[in-house]
């Protein structure tokens, strides 16, 4: 008689519990979301909730708060010159802007370019982000010194014979020079910074894109409007609205620069300049209402900037 076949013994699947990292995410993010409430949300609606009130000092004595509703905000708008520091704020922006990102795009185009063979990239990309790291009351100073009447600029100029030595002129007292010395600042403590984030999201692209660009007969030029600018559009939205904001929040480089007067004739007057004045008179209710006029300001600006670069991509 024939022994019946062993029986097949089907392997055992062993579940195992799973893990869940999930919570270990939300665990870490909780430093960030109390540090961001306190610091800044809970600030950020206390200042909203004061702009309707009426709160400040008067010498020794307290004022509010009382509620007022829209009154701080109908002030700003009927009896201040708030429309004039928001555009002395944005034409000193855009007038440093400008040569910054043209500026930032050519040096980020020419250290990415391994065709070129540039010797001493690491040299160069030091000393254009050097600026970026010195304190701007210090850039200001350093400026507020080098063309005042007496400074070194002015020297040089009566040396080359391109300025007489009894009528030097005044930097600060001319509207003109005055911005555009807050728009060089500007310039040159921020186009190192705009250089390295450019070249990181070129350095970004795949090469074989160019390569093929230069078989089909691509010059560099269109390589750059055609590859460069489209595949870094995200980038390049990114520093526009960050430098936008920083643009709307100036204010130590034209503080320092004109001793905080906005010489001539407020004309450096920036909105934030304009909103310290009032706190500095502890006139809290109509710095709130100034404060959230800058953010509602920032808002719009990022707001358009962004359906611009999502209008662009859909008609692609």
Request: proline share 5%; glycine share 8%; charged share 10%.
């Amino acid at each position: 008689m024939q022994a019946p076949a062993a029986t097949k013994r089907m392997p055992q699947v062993q579940h195992h519990k799973g893990v869940s990292y999930a919570k270990w995410g939300y665990i870490f993010l909780i430093p960030f979301f109390v540090v961001f409430t306190v610091f800044t949300l809970y600030p950020l609606l206390s200042t909203f909730y004061y702009s309707f009130f009426e709160y400040y000092r008067s010498g020794l004595k307290e004022i509010g708060p009382n509620f007022i509703g829209l009154a701080n905000y109908v002030t700003l708008f009927e009896g201040s010159d708030l429309p004039k520091y928001a555009g002395n704020t944005f034409i000193m922006w855009f007038l440093g802007f400008v040569p910054q990102i043209v500026i930032s795009l050519a040096l980020a185009s020419w250290f990415t370019d391994t065709r070129l063979k540039l010797k001493g990239q690491g040299f160069f990309k030091t000393v254009i982000y050097l600026p970026n790291v010195i304190m701007a009351s210090a850039f200001a100073m350093l400026f507020f010194t080098v063309f005042s009447i007496s400074g070194p600029v002015n020297q040089i100029l009566v040396k080359m014979g391109l300025m007489n030595a009894n009528s030097m002129y005044d930097w600060m007292n001319f509207t003109a020079s005055t911005r555009g010395l807050v728009a060089l600042m500007n310039f040159l403590m921020w186009f190192g910074n705009t250089t390295i984030m450019l070249m990181a999201a070129i350095m970004g692209i795949d090469p074989t894109l160019f390569e093929a660009a230069e078989i089909d007969g691509a010059s560099p030029m269109q390589q750059f409007w055609s590859i460069t600018i489209p595949l870094i559009r995200p980038i390049l939205i990114y520093v526009v609205i960050t430098s936008m904001i920083g643009g709307i929040q100036m204010f130590d480089v034209p503080q320092v620069l004109t001793k905080g007067l906005g010489t001539p004739n407020r004309t450096t007057t920036t909105l934030v300049m304009f909103l310290n004045n009032h706190l500095y008179s502890k006139n809290y209710g109509l710095a709130g209402a100034v404060s959230m006029i800058l953010f509602i300001i920032a808002l719009v600006l990022s707001l358009i900037v962004f359906r611009f670069n999502t209008a662009g991509k859909e008609k692609k």
